[in-house]
């Protein structure tokens, strides 16, 4: 199984994403950032849901080779978000609004995890925000003729202690994530590449079902 904090930074990353850089470029006049910030508000206006394709690298100076993992995914805005893994093994992450759930064979953990997902998005996703940003990580944007990429490095020992640094690369069309680069003090390096292949999909509601505790 993905450690419990691999897997929870990720989810929580997915999600919390299109907020840090609104936070970063609605106050910064440069022209690249300001340009992202704008294409990022229009799409999350335009696309309230999305499916398509994840294959997750995952290398390591103690593993022999690198690991892959496939598995397709559909999100519903920032509460809704289900990933089924079925290679090289099956499992099943589901996160609605407050809980987390993730299958392996006939196992199922459960994690109340709403509040912190709240926290994350409010801590980094408002206009007002930049300050906590600025103060956490040490950012870089580029573009290229397909993608911009940001990276963050933190700065703080409250991420210092679990992260080395975070790539995200988004496409230059729909600015929708293309991949996501995890770079842990584990010493795991986890690179995510995204395949959007269907934009505002009618999800049926049992996509996102979960286990609550009783």
Known sequence: MI???????????FLIFPGVLAAQSAT???????????GIGQAQQKYTSSCGTLTETRTSSLM?????LRGKFCAEGTTRFALD?????????RFNENYLNVTTGDKTEVMEIGKSVRRAQS??????????????????????????QM????????FRRRLNSLVVKLDKRDFFPRSLEVDGKSGVNSVFVIDVSSMNPKIPADTFE???PQ
């Open 3 to 13: 450690p419990r904090f691999r897997l929870l930074r990720a989810l929580l990353l």
């Open 28 to 38: 910064h006049s440069d022209d690249l950032l300001s340009r992202i910030w704008q």
């Open 64 to 68: 022999a080779k690198p690991l892959v």
């Open 85 to 93: 893994y079925f290679e090289p093994s099956s499992m099943r992450i």
């Open 123 to 148: 801590y980094f996703g408002r206009d007002n925000s930049l300050g906590n940003l600025k103060k956490n990580f040490t950012i870089t944007v580029q573009e290229d003729s397909r993608d911009y």
């Open 151 to 158: 990276k963050l490095v933190p700065r703080t020992d409250t």
């Open 210 to 212: 979960v286990y609550k």
